[in-house]
């Protein structure tokens, strides 16, 4: 699939994994320093690139709490596709279904959590991340089922992951 923009046009783009030398920092508009972030050698670094750009982040993580589980840390978009002026309208979706992706590819499927996303989500994006099918757990516990997370890679990563 491709990144759509604020006129509709869309825009090949590509994920990969990302180490520090292509981290953002904060002081260049970012909520998050990345590259502080990326100390942590447990967690895994996607950023999704379009026109040659970094356009978002994502950091995930396999944790053991009895079976593995993969757990969404961050995610952010880049700071020129922020709001109504903001380039492309579709980063945050891509990088929600890449992170389910990443959950089905990295977990065994006899595991009980496999497919599924979990992560914290500040109170006022609990509502924006329902729009993508999450579903609100206790507090600010969210998750994305394999159901959600096999429609949001239909939606966004259709022709991605062929």
């Given at each position: ?15 990969q ?59 952010e ?74 429609e949001?890679?239909?939606?966004y ?6």
């Open positions: 699939m491709k990144l759509m923009d604020k006129s509709g046009v869309e825009f090949e783009f590509y994920l994994q990302i180490n520090k030398a292509h981290a953002p920092l904060k002081k260049d508009g970012w909520n998050f320093n990345w590259k502080d972030l990326m100390n942590n050698k447990k967690k895994l670094f996607f950023g999704l690139f379009a026109l040659g750009e970094l356009q978002g982040l994502v950091s995930l993580e396999v944790q053991l709490l009895g079976n593995p589980m993969m757990f969404m840390h961050q995610i978009i880049a700071p020129h596709n922020i709001g109504s002026k903001g380039k492309f309208k579709t980063v945050a979706g891509a990088l929600l279904a890449y992170s389910c992706y990443q959950s089905a590819l990295l977990l065994d499927t006899t595991n009980p959590y496999f497919g599924y996303l979990v992560f914290d989500s500040k109170t006022n994006l609990v509502s924006h991340y329902k729009k993508y099918g999450a579903v609100q757990s206790v507090g600010s516990k969210m998750y994305l089922s394999p159901d959600a997370g096999k949001l890679m239909e939606r990563l259709q022709d991605y992951l062929k």
